[in-house]
């Protein structure tokens, strides 16, 4: 007998726990985490595009992340900043020189759909784990569809 789960993610989490799953996403795309107060001047001026990211059905919990806490991470020149907004939400601040809004807008949108199945899949495994199922396969697809073969005695 075999089942077929689709999960739907919605991210309700503390703050460290959106810095593990953030963290972990970035890195297989090949962003570093910037070092904070660090800005770059080569004597020109340029105008910088901005785009906002609202990562949908997310809240990160309030009594676990502090107002102004944020993760910073870039890459050739882009920005990426991670923050909880004023309702709880978790938010993506993308900005770039040289960068038109709807490359940002994608490239942001790229990053909150490795996130949030990055996250999603920490909470499968952890679940699975904490119910004493043993996981016999795990596999990506080129589109990065994860599938997972547990066992249950």
Request: with cysteine.
């Amino acid at each position: 007998m075999s089942t077929v789960l689709v999960i739907t993610p919605v991210i309700i989490a503390s703050w460290p726990a959106i810095t593990a799953a953030v963290t972990a996403a970035v890195g297989t795309m090949g962003f570093v985490a910037a070092k904070q107060g660090e800005v770059a001047y080569d004597g020109e001026v340029e105008q910088k595009t901005r785009a906002e990211i609202d990562v949908d059905d997310s809240e990160v919990l309030a009594e676990a992340a502090g107002s102004g806490e944020e993760i910073v991470v870039e890459r050739e020149g882009v920005k990426a900043v991670f923050s909880r907004d004023a309702r709880g939400a978790l938010r993506v601040c993308m900005e770039g020189t040289g960068v038109s809004k709807s490359e940002l807008r994608r490239i942001g949108q790229e990053l909150v759909d490795r996130v949030t199945q990055q996250y999603v899949y920490h909470r499968v495994v952890t679940e699975l784990k904490d119910r004493k199922m043993a996981i016999v396969d795990e596999e990506m697809s080129e589109d990065r569809t994860v599938k997972i073969r547990v066992r249950n005695w």
